[in-house]
């Protein structure tokens, strides 16, 4: 062991240790000092306060800790689904940006300039109040197929109440595990035969039949409740049953994709320009046809380069979510470092778990996407 | 490794403690938030980030209300000069962190007193500067007279971390109606929402329905109801620990309402100086030393009166006048049937 190497790293830990030391040692006399107390002891009490849209059961009556759950649900949610239309409009966008129709690259380029340069919030905020102002009323909204309500209060939309909803989902399993296996055996063929099978016509049927079969012989059974408008008072109404969407939910995810979906597009166009020229001209003498050429040649080569810059999109997504505060939805900083700081004064003990579950979410995006990104490096043979 | 840190972080904490010690046993006699506020020169007073009636900025940048005239005061008193306070708008999210790290003195921003707040987070309330009560507001075309008229599915706009979302809770829990709060950070995007139809109902403390009402597109068409769901006895907030700065700000406030009671205005301040009324004679300095229990000079009261002038005047010019809540209610004084009741200066 070289003195000369380890006596710079312990020095650096050393420093790292005073400095957290200092901090939380500072921050310990403070506190005691205003007869403040620390502990986590509150999470366990009764919350007694109410959240406009959770996805698990919960009022004032739960605890704190219930309460965390619920806004970290909710972050979670919109966090999802402002990942998945980001990406489907950032790689249709980023495709067109590509496109030789002088009309199609230009409409692209405008919304990926236009967007990506104005501040996300002032976004949020646009997207909410106009949202507010171009929707009807309930009593007013045109009902779209009959079922589906988008209203000022939310968008209501019919639930499905299931009967043997268990059966169902195991029908479900059951068909992924046996495509996963469909898979496998087809890719043991093609090595070995050299003849391909049909993998995704069989997948969509699997996923068509297993399910179909539990509705005729496993006792699954769905009904559909539809929402219908209910009178609050004489000029107030809403709609009672079904699912409601709040319209902080609509706008916060419409704000977040359309804003994340720039930066995607900008990656998914670097990546495909960045597959040289030959490559497509090579694989095309070969023979493959062009959508082989694109699955086979390009795609795999583009993702590579796209995967990394990606990942960060998705991370700066999840942590803008926390701008929800300012529109009212219940997202982990509005329902947790919001109101629940606010009722308990417990500063640090709050923001710290949120810091730290904002790093765990993070975190866990990026190793899947790692992950991902790994098994699709080129595997040197 | 750990072991020893932990030995060297007493040690120092020791060293510290012994310090501060020493010191804090000369300054006991004056308070650190006094000496801070004369060595900077100007008071630091945190407000709401726009209350009209409470703490509002004018296009200038001119802070009025009486929440502000209560930072006034203190300024007067310590400093001798009313505009030597330096605002700073806070949220209801931001504004007790502010006050326990330090970056303001006063907190003067229409807070409740509670228990746990009082208690728990290293606070300490020093009086009342309005007796509030949270209300609801709907639309008059609803049809709506009372609270009693609410049905379930309800959606009621209102602040986060405030007092007003339990108290809402504890009200549509106690009738059993199902309802949804929908709450925002900031005061504006809240009178939005409920502006646009999001919300059947928004709740608040009823001043502030009544000051927020104006902002509406046409507050002709919105009601508040008659009832009162809560007690809010709205009032300034110092840090717990300084019992000398406790004192100047709560008496700097009783200042004010006691003026009203003898009849001293920033008018007539100065000739009550030689009042027959030994009470009146006190509270403008020219009769015993109250002040130098404060660590003040005689003159911190007549100050306060002459420029913020008494607890009648400042809600005249914020609330009264501006049309904002012209009927005083309980805010009057005791001897005209209101609950302003302060202990005697002397």
Redesign the interface.
């Known amino acids: 062991m070289n003195i000369k190497k380890i006596l710079p790293q312990l020095l650096t830990l050393l420093a790292v240790?005073l400095i957290f030391?200092f901090f939380s040692?500072n921050a310990q006399?403070n506190?005691e000092?205003?007869?403040?107390?620390f502990g986590y002891g509150f999470l366990s009490q009764e919350s007694?306060?109410?959240?406009?849209f959770s996805l698990i059961e919960y009022d004032?009556s739960h605890s704190y800790f219930r309460a965390y759950l619920v806004g970290l649900l909710n972050t979670i949610l919109v966090s999802v689904i402002g990942i998945i239309f980001a990406t489907i409009i950032g790689v249709v966008v980023g495709i067109a940006r590509l496109s030789n129709n002088y009309l199609i690259n230009k409409t692209a380029a405008v919304y990926v300039e236009f967007f990506r340069n104005i501040p996300l919030l002032l976004q949020i905020f646009f997207w909410y109040?106009a949202a507010?102002?171009a929707l009807p009323?309930p009593q007013d909204t045109e009902p779209m197929f009959g079922v589906f309500f988008l209203t000022?209060?939310g968008f209501f939309v019919p639930a499905f109440v299931w009967n043997n909803l268990d059966i169902f989902i195991y029908s479900i399993i059951a068909a992924v595990i046996s495509i996963i296996f469909v898979r496998i055996y087809a890719k043991k063929k093609q090595e070995n035969e050299g003849i391909q099978t049909p993998v995704l016509s069989i997948s969509i049927g699997l996923l068509l039949i297993l399910p179909i079969l539990s509705f005729l012989f496993g006792g699954v059974d769905a009904s559909v409740e539809v929402p219908v408008i209910?009178?609050?008072?004489?000029?107030?109404f809403?709609y009672?049953g079904g699912i409601k969407l709040?319209?902080?939910l609509i706008s916060l995810a419409l704000a977040l994709s359309l804003y994340t979906a720039t930066f995607i597009a900008e990656c998914v166009r670097a990546g495909v320009q960045g597959v040289s020229k030959g490559q497509k001209e090579a694989a095309a003498s070969i023979g493959l046809t062009p959508n082989q050429v694109l699955k086979l040649v390009v795609m795999p080569q583009a993702l590579r380069i796209i995967i990394p810059p990606t990942t960060n999109q998705y991370l700066n997504l999840t942590k803008n979510s926390s701008l929800a505060?300012?529109?009212?939805y219940?997202d982990l900083v509005?329902v947790f470092a919001?109101?629940a700081?606010?009722?308990t004064?417990r500063?640090i003990e709050i923001v710290s778990i949120t810091m730290l579950t904002y790093l765990s979410l993070s975190i866990s995006i990026s190793i899947f996407m790692n992950w991902y990104n790994k098994k699709i490096a080129i595997k040197e043979k | 490794m750990f072991k020893y840190?932990k030995q060297l972080?007493s040690l120092?904490?020791m060293v510290?403690v012994l310090f501060t010690f020493t010191t804090e046993t000369m300054a006991a006699k004056k308070s650190k938030t006094l000496k801070n506020t004369q060595k900077k020169g100007f008071v630091r007073c945190g407000v709401s980030q726009g209350l009209p009636g409470f703490s509002n900025a004018d296009a200038a940048g001119n802070w009025t209300g009486v929440d502000v005239d209560v930072c006034r005061a203190v300024a007067a008193a310590v400093l001798g000069d009313a505009n030597k306070v330096k605002f700073t708008p806070l949220s209801?999210?931001e504004r007790?962190?502010a006050l326990?790290s330090n970056e303001i003195d006063i907190l003067s921003r229409n807070t409740t007193w509670t228990l746990?707040?009082d208690a728990?987070?290293?606070l300490t309330f020093v009086g009342v500067n309005f007796y509030d009560g949270q209300g609801f507001m709907?639309?008059k075309?609803?049809?709506?007279s009372s609270v009693n008229?609410?049905?379930d599915?309800?959606?009621a706009?209102t602040n986060?971390?405030?007092t007003t979302?339990?108290n809402?809770?504890?009200f549509f829990?106690s009738k059993g109606i199902k309802?949804?709060?929908?709450?925002?950070?900031?005061a504006d995007?809240v009178v939005?929402?409920y502006d646009?139809?999001?919300c059947?109902t928004y709740t608040t403390d009823k001043s502030g329905l009544a000051a927020q009402r104006i902002k509406l597109s046409s507050p002709d068409d919105h009601i508040v109801l008659p009832e009162t769901i809560s007690k809010e006895p709205l009032g300034p907030v110092v840090?717990?620990?300084d019992s000398v700065w406790e004192d100047i700000v709560r008496w700097s406030l009783n200042t004010m309402i006691e003026a009203e009671e003898y009849g001293v205005t920033s008018a007539n301040a100065d000739s009550m100086k030689t009042s027959d009324n030994p009470a009146v004679k006190r509270l403008v300095g020219a009769e015993g030393e109250l002040g130098a229990a404060l660590g003040l000079d005689n003159d911190w009261s007549l100050r306060i009166i002459k420029q913020v002038g008494n607890y009648g005047e400042s809600y005249k010019r914020n609330i009264a006048d501006t049309g904002i809540l012209p009927d005083r209610g309980p805010n009057e004084l005791w001897t005209k049937g209101g609950i302003l009741y302060v202990p005697p200066a002397r």
Do not use: H
């Open positions: 240790i030391g040692y006399v506190m000092n205003r007869g403040i107390t007694s306060f109410d959240v406009q004032g109040f507010l102002r009323l000022i209060k209910k009178q609050l008072s004489q000029s107030g809403t009672d709040p319209p902080e505060a300012a529109i009212a219940p509005l919001g109101t700081l606010m009722q004064g500063a | 840190l972080t120092v904490a510290a209801a999210k007790f962190t326990t746990s707040r728990d987070i290293g709907v639309r075309n609803s049809g709506i008229d609410f049905k599915g309800v959606s706009c986060l971390g405030t979302e339990l809402m809770r504890d829990n309802y949804e709060p929908v709450t925002f950070e900031k995007e939005a929402a646009a139809g999001r059947d840090r717990q620990g």
